[in-house]
Each structure stands twice: as structure tokens, then as C-alpha cells.
């Protein structure tokens, strides 16, 4: 059983930063694509940002390019999402995924284990 928690969300100005962590535990987390979503209010779940394996590739949504970051550290099975220049419509309930498959995938479907999600507010 793979569980993931994500932590971090909380309330911020626009133009804030803030850094959400997910731990993963229960398998190899080394071997997993790790993937972000988001869901804001009344809006679907949408992808943000993945990473392979070994980090060598990394995929932003054209949304949150330039302005956030995913990484991982395969030691301590956690990855993050660096979120700079907040804006308003950042503000949503975030995601973390795991897919064991590799596909390196844009598509929620494609992921396997998901967390219960971190909310990230952004006033202006």
C-alpha cells in the first residue's frame, strides 16, 4: 500500500512563495513518475508539474511555468512543488500523484496513488 501526504498549503498574498512537500511511503519511491494537480473551486482537477524517476525530465503546465518548480529527493521519498509569484488563480486544493508506471503523463488517470490534497489560498 503506497500512502502520500502532502503538506504546506496555507494562506498567502499574491506575489508570495510557498514550497508543498509529499511524503511517500509503502513502496519504491524511487521507481515512480510523481506528478501535482490542483482543483480550484468549481474548476477540474488539472496537471501542474511531474518528474521521472531519476529527475532527469520535468513537465510544467504552460499555467505555472517560469513560476514553479518540482523536485524530489528519492532519500527521503519526497517530492515538492516551489510555487513563486503567486497569483489569485493559483488558489486550489493541491494534489500529489504517484504513478508506478512511468508513463510521465500530463493525464490524472495515469497515476495510481493519490494524497488527500493541501489547500492553497491566494488573496490579492
Known amino acids: 500500500q503506497v500512502q502520500l501526504v502532502e503538506s504546506g498549503g496555507r494562506l498567502v498574498q499574491a506575489g508570495g512563495s510557498l514550497r508543498l512537500s509529499c511524503a511517500v511511503s509503502?513502496?519504491?519511491?524511487?521507481?515512480?513518475?510523481m506528478g501535482w494537480f490542483r482543483q480550484g473551486p468549481g474548476k477540474e482537477r488539472e496537471f501542474v508539474a511531474a518528474?521521472?524517476?531519476?529527475?532527469?525530465?520535468?513537465y510544467s503546465d504552460d499555467s505555472v511555468k517560469g513560476r514553479f518548480t518540482i523536485s524530489r529527493d528519492n532519500v527521503k521519498n519526497t517530492v515538492y512543488l516551489q510555487m513563486n509569484s503567486l497569483k489569485p488563480e493559483d488558489t486550489a486544493v493541491y494534489y500529489c500523484?504517484?504513478?508506478?508506471?512511468?508513463?510521465?503523463?500530463?493525464?490524472?488517470?495515469?497515476?495510481?496513488?493519490w494524497g488527500q490534497g493541501t489547500q492553497v489560498t491566494v488573496s490579492s
Open positions: 500523484a504517484a504513478d508506478p508506471r512511468n508513463y510521465y503523463s500530463t493525464m490524472s488517470y495515469d497515476y495510481t496513488y
Open positions: 518528474i521521472s524517476w531519476s529527475s532527469s525530465r520535468r
Open positions: 509503502g513502496r519504491t519511491f524511487s521507481g515512480y513518475t
